[in-house]
Nanobody, 123 residues
Framework: QVQLVESGGGLVQAGGSLRLSCAAS????????MNWFRQAPGKEREFVAA????????FYADSAKGRFTISRDNAKNTVNLQMNSLKPEDTAVYYC????????????????WGQGTQVTVSS
C-alpha cells in the first residue's frame, strides 16, 4: 500500500515556474514507477511525465518536453516535477500516481493516486 500526497501547486503567470512534489509513504517506494498526470476542467486526465523506479528512465508527453523535468529521490520517498515556461494551457489539477512494474503512460495501469494539486497559469 502506498499513500501519495502532492504539494507545490499554485497560481503563476505565464512564463513562470513551479515545482510540484509528491511524498510517498511506505518502505517499498523504490519499487514503484511514478508518474504525473493532469486533468483540466471538462477534459480527460492526461499523461504528463513518468519515471522508472531507478530514475534512469523518464518519459514525457509532447506538451511537457523541454519544459518539465521529472525526478525522484528514493531515499526521501519523493518524486518531483519541475515545470518551467508555464503556459495557460498547463492549468489543471496535477496528480501523482504509482504502479509496480514497467513504466507506462496509461492512467488505468496506475494503482495508487494522490489527491491532486491545482496549478493555475494566468496569461
Amino acid at each position: 500500500q502506498v499513500q501519495l500526497v502532492e504539494s507545490g501547486g499554485g497560481l503563476v503567470q505565464a512564463g513562470g515556474s513551479l515545482r510540484l512534489s509528491c511524498a510517498a509513504s511506505g518502505r517499498t517506494f523504490i519499487s514503484y514507477t511514478m508518474n504525473w498526470f493532469r486533468q483540466a476542467p471538462g477534459k480527460e486526465r492526461e499523461f504528463v511525465a513518468a519515471i522508472s523506479w531507478s530514475g534512469r528512465d523518464t518519459f514525457y508527453a509532447d506538451s511537457a518536453k523541454g519544459r518539465f523535468t521529472i525526478s525522484r529521490d528514493n531515499a526521501k520517498n519523493t518524486v518531483n516535477l519541475q515545470m518551467n515556461s508555464l503556459k495557460p494551457e498547463d492549468t489543471a489539477v496535477y496528480y501523482c500516481a504509482a504502479k509496480t512494474g514497467q513504466l507506462t503512460t496509461t492512467a488505468g495501469a496506475y494503482q495508487y493516486w494522490g489527491q491532486g494539486t491545482q496549478v493555475t497559469v494566468s496569461s
